[in-house]
T-cell receptor, first 113, second 112 residues
Framework: ETGVTQTPRHLVMGMTNKKSLKCEQH?????MYWYKQSAKKPLELMFV???????ENNSVPSRFSPECPNSSHLFLHLHTLQPEDSALYLC????????????FGPGTRLTVT | AQSVTQPDIHITVSEGASLELRCNYS??????LFWYVQSPGQGLQLLLK??????LVQGIKGFEAEFKRSQSSFNLRKPSVHWSDAAEYFC??????????FGAGTTVTVRA
């Protein structure tokens, strides 16, 4: 595998389910990000991890819980979601620091029913 | 905090014609500027970036962008568009010790 991979690519879940999104980067980066992409809206940064430590939580509801066990893996645990949480969730990685370009995974298309 | 505006929501261009996508940013100092492209069902791919130096930046897939400080702009151009350039394009601005801010995107449709 190369670049940034995300699994699953598509996920349909009910509002009472618990599921997790997985992201893995094979680029030797030390910063990882979760973004939410909704139709016709700018990308919304959700979380940032630098060297496994969370450095940014952009006022994300607690029903989204990130986990970064090491610099190569990032998870987003989901529980009790709402229909408005349906979106494309993108993972990205970079060298630590905002001036470095971010490399994105293909995203997970989440539908909450 | 910095911000980005992409004034054009949707642009249609004929194959072989030139393309220019506009990006205006708001930031007090020299920002870091990026253009990304997103094909349907895919993540974002970096086209090019500007940090400093030459204000005309060359990227992948034949794209270039010009940084104009006086106009707070970083417009993306391609001299001759191919059908495979149909996608959504995002401008982003970053700053030291701050996160990237993305524009809302411009959708490009290429007609034969």
């Amino acid at each position: 595998e190369t670049g940034v991979t995300q699994t699953p690519r598509h996920l349909v879940m009910g509002m009472t389910n618990k599921k997790s999104l997985k992201c893995e980067q094979h680029l030797g980066h030390n910063a990882m990000y979760w973004y939410k992409q909704s139709a016709k809206k700018p990308l919304e940064l959700m979380f940032v991890y630098n060297f496994k430590e969370q450095t940014e939580n952009n006022s994300v509801p607690s029903r989204f819980s990130p986990e970064c066990p090491n610099s190569s893996h990032l998870f987003l645990h989901l529980h009790t979601l709402q229909p408005e949480d349906s979106a494309l969730y993108l993972c990205a990685s970079s060298l630590a620091g905002p001036s470095y370009e971010q490399y994105f995974g293909p995203g997970t298309r989440l539908t909450v029913t | 905090a910095q911000s980005v505006t992409q004034p054009d929501i949707h642009i249609t261009v004929s194959e072989g014609a030139s393309l220019e996508l506009r990006c205006n940013y708001s930031y007090g100092a020299t920002p870091y500027l990026f253009w990304y492209v997103q094909s349907p069902g895919q993540g974002l791919q970096l086209l090019l970036k500007y940090f400093s130096g030459d204000t005309l930046v060359q990227g992948i897939k034949g794209f270039e962008a010009e940084f104009k400080r006086s106009q707070s702009s970083f417009n993306l151009r391609k001299p001759s568009v191919h059908w495979s350039d149909a996608a959504e394009y995002f401008c982003a601005v970053g700053a030291p010790a701050d996160k990237l801010s993305f524009g809302a995107g411009t959708t490009v449709t290429v007609r034969a």
